[in-house]
């Protein structure tokens, strides 16, 4: 099976595909940065560096899949109230069907948050991949069910050139927990109590020691874990594009490292991140989780 990664960003979904027996012959993003790293991992893959929204496809290499992960932010209830640039942002995924009206491949792979379904073009966005020929199989997963240490629901579109939509029979691995990742004896410790701490941070800590005891993880900011801290022993809360996880070991504390994260992702151990935390995060918060897309692409081989 050929395929190819639009909006490849760090590479989980083209590291995934490669795990489930794939070619991945062309990765493509707006970023720079991204698509550096992502051939810096994928050397046997062909890579275009351009504004999607203005591609021509015809460039792309014929395929038999089709991944793509167009922009979330403009979807995502995590960044608040509706601003200007989303219009631009959500109007990524209008990319997903001008390639594959070009190349008519026999199936299409979307990923991204679940509010994706609540965006109000939704339906057009859909009439169109129905218009082109493909059947629409829309599933919420959680990268913990497949066997990654982190939970992170994420909604996947799985497009067909098929009469229905196609029904899949996706495994459901064991729980892994945030404590087979996190390394207590790395990293760059400061003191829980430490001048300029913040005293909502404090709070935090002090309702995770109340229920978790001295060694637990809490978030510097959001909902949900912000206020309780999250034990070890559960998968850890969705890694964001910033570092936002700390590791709480009795009275020090630091943040959850890049190279954690890309355990907690569940990227291989090899796969090479920028040596700045701040781009690692930014690639790792943005990326498809590989083990639940090596899932979804088998799972896709057998059903089809």
Known sequence: ?????????????????????????????????????????????AHACQDLQQADFRDAPRHDLLLASPACQGHSP???????????????????????????????????VPAF??????????????????????????????????HRRRLFIVATRSQHPVELAMPRREHRSAADVIDFGAGRWSPVDKPGRSARTLERIAAGRRAFGSRFLAPFYGSGSGETGRSLERPIGTLTTRARWAVIDGERMRMVSAAEGRELMGFPDAYRLPANEATAWHLLGNAVCPPQAADLIAAIRRAT
């Not at 631009?88 to 199936?107: F, I, N």
Request: proline content about 6%; some cysteine; overall charge negative.
């Open 1 to 45: 099976m050929n395929a190819i990664d639009l909006f490849a960003g760090a590479g989980g979904f083209s590291t995934g595909a490669v795990m489930a027996g794939a070619r991945v012959l062309w990765a493509a993003n707006h970023w720079p940065t991204a698509v550096q790293w992502h051939a810096a991992n994928h050397a046997d893959t």
């Open 78 to 112: 995590a960044r608040g109230k509706e601003r200007p640039h989303h219009d631009a942002l959500r109007a990524t995924a209008w990319a997903v069907v001008t390639c594959a009206e070009v190349h008519r491949p026999p199936v299409a792979l979307v990923e991204n």
């Open 117 to 150: 379904a609540d965006w109000t073009l939704y339906p057009a966005w859909c009439a169109a991949m129905h218009a082109l020929g493909y059947a629409l199989a829309p599933m919420v997963l959680d990268a913990a069910d497949a066997g990654v240490p982190q």
